[in-house]
């Protein structure tokens, strides 16, 4: 690692990422879920968003694609990944977007960041546990200077005490991985190889976490990238949520809800026995923390309000009623039951199929789903079924529900695909930008290969084959992925304004 660097990944870049929490839509739904008022921005609003910790800047440049009359500013510590995201928002030509090469120990007292103009909405993904004291107070401090009152900040975390278990873990797997490798990639997959070992070996406090357990068999598989930057930071340190909330509020702060939408429905995550211990309490932290305990949540997407305007039940679910969702599954598709915390959520087939059905032919309001005469149930609880249908990414929130595909849109997505056609690529998940949605909606690399395809004109998939030229043992496979692409897919993102 560099000098400059003090202690965090810079030798090679983080992966380019999309996560769907870090939504302003997704935000401002789970201020309502959580009974604060807040608007989900249109996509002709004038609203500015601001993320702390871009990366590349993907995330960013999907809602500056997905709505053109917003302003995103994003800013990094990394050159190499300001300069990557330039020259992609270049090939794109997206011209509502700044990139900031900037410490957040430091931005808040310096030229460029006084000249950040107030922000609507704030995003920082993997930022927050895995810097120093000193970052995070200037995180705070630059929230304080520039988030508007009424205005949603977004923050990810590894908490506790669901990471406690692997505190060991990940010490050994960074100082092993430093004394054998040199580059921060090798030295993460040096010290993992140590930490396998040490596991097969039955290693006391590795050997008897189930949550190490089910954390290694994960990591095997994951991208080099995302190791390196996740465990070879010097300031790694997962958080209380208590601690988290209790600094942010020096900005003016409150806790409001989740971006991970169904954790706000403790019938969901706690049963019984817990929610009866949570409920003795009306402090929203202290529910959390008794959340915290009852539940494997290593990673948290809180959001936070500054100047939160609490809303009672009826003016909650009237604001909820005029929410716009579409679906992005195909409705053959919907689940009867999803795994929860705290058990089985059944999905009540005469309550929503008939929902489902109807939101697959296009964008359509919560209070218009629930007056549908075939729907069997409670027809007066919006809150669980955007809970349920936006919680469970069987649905988005859609904001312009008339609009056309973008120029915008259509340049990032078109960038995007030259960028990532590799065949190691072809099964990633993506997010393409949508005007319709104002945000990104899910996707392959091979739905988006597809989708330019189509809008070149040309539907023939054979020589597309060919291109991809999968091994032999996977020709049929991939055969099969393009046919459910074209005939499942395509429709999905057709209605979601892609194309």
């Not at 309502?32 to 249109?42: D, F, N, T, Y």
């Not at 950040?116 to 970052?135: C, L, N, Q, R």
Request: with cysteine; hydrophobic share 45%; net charge negative.
């Amino acid at each position: 690692m560099s000098v400059w660097s003090a202690g965090y990944v810079t030798d090679i870049a983080y992966m380019t990422g999309w996560y769907r929490q870090q939504s302003p839509a997704m935000m401002a739904l789970a201020c309502l879920l959580g009974s604060v008022a807040m608007k989900i921005p249109q996509g002709d609003d004038p609203v500015h968003v601001l993320e702390l910790g871009c990366g590349q800047g993907y995330g960013a440049m999907l809602l500056a694609a997905s709505n053109p009359a917003w302003q995103v500013t994003a800013v990094d510590y990394n050159p190499a990944h300001i300069a990557a995201a330039r020259e992609w928002a270049a090939e794109a030509a997206l011209t509502n977007i700044t990139f900031i090469e900037g410490n957040l120990a430091t931005l808040a007292e310096e030229a460029v960041g006084r000249q950040i103009p107030e922000a609507d909405f704030v995003t920082m993904h993997g930022v927050w546990s895995w810097v120093p004291k000193v970052v995070q107070d200037g995180i705070v401090r630059l929230l304080r200077d520039k988030v508007r009152a009424g205005g949603a900040v977004h923050v990810s975390y590894n908490a506790l005490p669901a990471w406690g278990p692997a505190i060991g873990m990940q010490r050994l797997l960074r100082e092993a991985g430093q004394r054998l490798g040199w580059r921060s990639d090798r030295q993460a997959e040096e010290g993992l190889a140590i930490v396998q070992a040490l596991l097969d070996a039955e290693a006391v406090h590795l050997n008897r976490s189930p949550f190490i357990k089910g954390l290694m068999s994960r990591l095997g598989a994951a991208p080099v990238a995302y190791l390196a930057h996740e465990y070879m930071n010097e300031q790694w340190k997962p958080c209380f949520m208590a601690d988290v909330a209790a600094a942010l509020s020096d900005a003016k702060l409150e806790f409001v809800a989740s971006s991970q939408l169904t954790e706000n429905f403790p019938a969901l995550t706690l049963t019984d026995a817990q929610r009866a211990v949570a409920q003795k309490f009306e402090d929203p932290l202290m529910r959390e923390m008794i959340k915290d305990m009852c539940l494997e949540r290593s990673l948290r997407h809180d959001v936070f309000v500054r100047g939160a305007r609490r809303l009672d039940n009826a003016a909650r679910d009237a604001a909820l009623m005029d929410v716009v969702i579409g679906l992005v599954i195909h409705p053959g598709d919907l689940p009867l039951e999803a795994e929860m915390p705290a058990g089985q959520a059944q999905l009540n087939p005469s309550f929503y199929k008939p929902i489902v059905d109807a939101a697959s032919r296009g964008p359509a309001r919560v209070r218009d789903l629930l007056e549908l005469p075939a729907v069997e149930g409670r027809r007066d609880n919006p809150a669980e079924l955007l809970g349920m249908l936006v919680g469970l990414e069987l649905a988005d929130v859609v904001t312009r529900p008339d609009a056309e595909p973008g120029a915008e849109a259509i340049r990032f997505n078109r960038a995007t695909a030259r960028r990532f056609v590799r065949s190691e690529n072809i099964g990633r998940i993506i997010g393409v930008a949508s005007q319709r949605i104002g945000a990104g909606i899910g996707a392959t690399l091979l739905d988006l290969i597809v989708l330019e395809r189509l809008r070149d004109g040309h539907p023939e998939m054979d020589d597309l084959l060919r291109q991809i030229a999968p091994l032999p043992e996977h020709v049929e496979k991939m055969r099969e992925a393009l046919d459910h692409s074209l005939r499942v897919r395509m429709p999905i993102l057709r209605a979601a304004g892609v194309f």
